[in-house]
């Protein structure tokens, strides 16, 4: 069965400060996708970025940058010179292989201060 | 519509009462998924449609729960009897296509439950 962990619960850091939030995540797919979404305090959940197992090329975004590595089973996102509005929930997420549901970590709470 | 759209937004009841949770997807969006997420913990699966047709209910948790898209647009989750464990933010995703790893699923806001 798939499955997707968060070690990290929650992360406090002051703004400016990089931050990584790491993923790992467990498949017997050999080709697979994996998400990023966002949930700020407001409650929303925010698609951030999918991945196909076939890219390991590692993805920036402005800030955000994900840095995928399948010998690993690792999925981690950084965030570049972090600021305040990027305080909020984040979590990583797998399809499982039975059909359409994806499997969600249990999110990283990333609180960055002023 | 532009977005996802759950009512109602918040809904308290007392224990015993039926609930029903509305989901009104993007338009065109052929996947819809509903999700149970408590307090501190990621979304939890519970059914999801391809059209009208619900093909898989497997993170139902027992049969107080249902939920129905008659004609592959709104869909409705319903709890009868509700219990104070059933308290939660209760969730609807979509997604352009049938199932595919690919999907990208465009969250609604959530109806927030609490069971007195």
């Known amino acids: 069965a798939q499955k997707v962990t968060q070690a990290q619960t929650e992360i406090s850091v002051v703004e400016k400060e990089d931050v990584t939030l790491d993923c790992v995540y467990e498949?017997?797919?050999?080709?697979?996708?994996l998400f990023w979404y966002k949930q700020p305090p407001s409650g929303e959940l925010v698609f951030l970025i999918r991945?196909?197992?076939?890219?390991?090329q590692n993805e920036i975004s402005g800030r955000y940058s994900w840095n995928f590595q399948k010998s690993t089973s690792s999925f981690n996102f950084t965030i570049t010179a972090s600021q305040v509005v990027d305080s909020a929930v984040y979590f990583c997420?797998?399809?499982?292989?039975?059909?359409?549901?994806?499997?969600f970590g249990q999110g990283t709470e990333l609180s960055v201060k002023p | 519509g532009a977005g996802v759209s759950q009512s109602p937004r918040y809904k308290v009841t007392k224990r015993g009462q039926d609930v029903a949770l509305r989901c009104d997807p993007i338009s065109g969006h052929v996947s819809l998924y509903w999700y149970r997420q408590a307090l501190g913990q990621g979304p939890e699966f519970l059914t999801y449609?391809?059209?009208?047709?619900?093909?898989?209910k497997s993170g139902l948790p027992n049969d107080r729960f249902s939920a129905e898209r008659p004609e592959g647009s709104i869909s409705t989750l319903t709890i009868q009897r509700t219990e104070q464990r059933d308290s939660a933010m209760y969730r609807c995703a979509t997604g352009r296509t049938a199932y595919s790893g690919a999907n990208v699923l465009t969250f609604g806001a959530g109806s927030r439950l609490t069971v007195l």
């Open positions: 997420a797998l399809p499982d292989n039975q059909g359409g549901k994806l499997i």
């Open positions: 449609f391809n059209y009208e047709a619900q093909q898989d």
């Open positions: 498949t017997r797919d050999t080709t697979y996708y």
């Open positions: 991945r196909n197992s076939f890219d390991e």
